[in-house]
């Protein structure tokens, strides 16, 4: 059973940032797509990044800004989220999933390709 936990959430002024963090536990990360998602109120859920092999895919809206990066020794993965805009609040949701889906273009358009999801941590920005 894989269980995700994300940490790092909190609340930050415009052009703050903020460091989320996701363990997998005994799944290793380095052998799967990681990637994560948002869902802000009243919205549907969209990618953010994801990650496999070391190759990193971004959704436009944080291109520059998110760093999506992976610590296989730990079974982590982190999403450095500078430059933050009040358009950025949401719940962030961690997300894992065969590593072909990296693979195979634009994994972060298909959140229903991802099979295992982490509960969510809340990211709040404010002007």
């Known amino acids: 059973q894989v269980t995700l936990v994300e940490s790092g959430g909190g609340s930050v002024q415009a052009g703050g940032f903020l460091r989320l963090s996701c363990t997998t536990g005994?799944?290793?990360?380095?052998?799967?797509?990681m990637g994560w998602f948002r869902q802000a109120p009243g919205k549907e859920r969209e990618g953010v990044a994801a990650?496999?092999?070391?190759?990193?895919y971004y959704a436009d809206s944080v291109k520059g800004r998110f760093t999506l990066s992976q610590d296989n020794a730990k079974n982590m993965v982190y999403l450095q989220m500078n430059s933050l805009k009040p358009e950025d609040t949401a719940m962030y949701y961690c997300?894992?999933?065969?590593?072909?889906?990296?693979?195979?273009?634009?994994?972060?358009?298909?959140?229903?390709?991802?099979?295992?999801w982490g509960q969510g941590t809340q990211v709040t920005v404010s002007s």
């Open positions: 997300a894992a999933t065969a590593g072909y889906v990296c693979l195979s273009g634009s994994p972060i358009a298909s959140p229903e390709r991802f099979h295992y």
């Open positions: 005994q799944v290793p990360v380095s052998g799967n797509c």
């Open positions: 990650i496999y092999g070391g190759s990193a």
